[in-house]
């Protein structure tokens, strides 16, 4: 089975600078699809940024980017620009495309945004 | 607006006792899921279900029930057999019967604790 792992249980940014959150994955498959989704203290889960496996272009999505290394099966997030707002657990999950209903996640990060 | 939406948020089990919590969504979602999340963990797939009046087991569906009578709602059923049941639920849902890179979207949780 998939297993995602990251490694940084928590992490933390000063206002305005840039943060980056690891996750790596261990899978057989060569196709897939990799998610970062952003639980706030609502718990309220939200999906940050996707990137679709066969796709070697890095996913943004304004302030946030992706580092998808597919050879090192690594899919870091990249927050620049940090906002108080960005403060929650990331999350890091993996959906393979062969069973549609197996989404694995990681185990969080905990971002903290210093004022 | 669309949503998922899931009752209560908070919710306390006595021993021996059998509590459901409920899921509803209005985004004519065909797939629907029921996660747990433990403190440190990431989401845990209990059950999911790709149409109505069918639904399989997922990593944990242990001491859990479901029913999918109507499109719209997936309730989920704790019973007395599931003996760690104080956890955060979350319900999703997504477009099609088999999602590919489809995002879940999330209800905002029930938070269910042992008396």
């Known amino acids: 089975a998939q297993t995602v792992t990251q490694s940084q249980p928590e992490m933390s940014v000063q206002e305005a600078e840039t943060v980056t959150l690891s996750c790596t994955y261990d899978?057989?498959?060569?196709?897939?699809?990799l998610f970062w989704y952003k639980q706030p203290p609502s718990r309220q889960m939200i999906l940050v940024i996707r990137q679709e496996a066969y796709k070697q272009q890095n996913a943004t999505e304004n302030r946030f980017s992706v580092n998808f290394q597919k050879a090192a099966k690594s899919f870091s997030l990249k927050i620049s620009d940090s906002q108080l707002g960005d403060a929650a657990m990331y999350f890091c999950a993996y959906r393979s495309p062969y069973n549609n209903n197996d989404m694995r996640f990681g185990a969080g990060t905990r971002l903290t945004v210093k004022p | 607006d669309g949503g998922i939406t899931q009752s209560p948020k908070y919710l306390f089990r006595k021993e021996g006792q059998n509590v459901t919590l409920s899921c509803e969504q209005n985004l004519n979602h065909d797939a629907m899921y029921w996660y747990r999340q433990d403190p440190g963990q990431g989401l845990r797939l209990i059950y999911y279900s790709q149409i109505v009046n069918d639904f399989q087991k997922g990593d944990i569906a242990e001491g859990y029930s479901v029913s999918r009578e109507k499109k719209e709602s997936f309730p989920l059923t704790v019973t007395s057999a599931q003996k760690n049941p104080t956890a955060f639920y979350l319900c999703?849902?997504?477009?099609?019967?088999?999602?590919?890179?489809?995002?879940?979207?999330f209800g905002s949780g029930t938070q269910l604790s042992v008396l």
């Open positions: 899978t057989s498959e060569s196709d897939y699809y």
């Open positions: 999703a849902s997504t477009e099609d019967r088999e999602p590919t890179n489809e995002k879940l979207f």
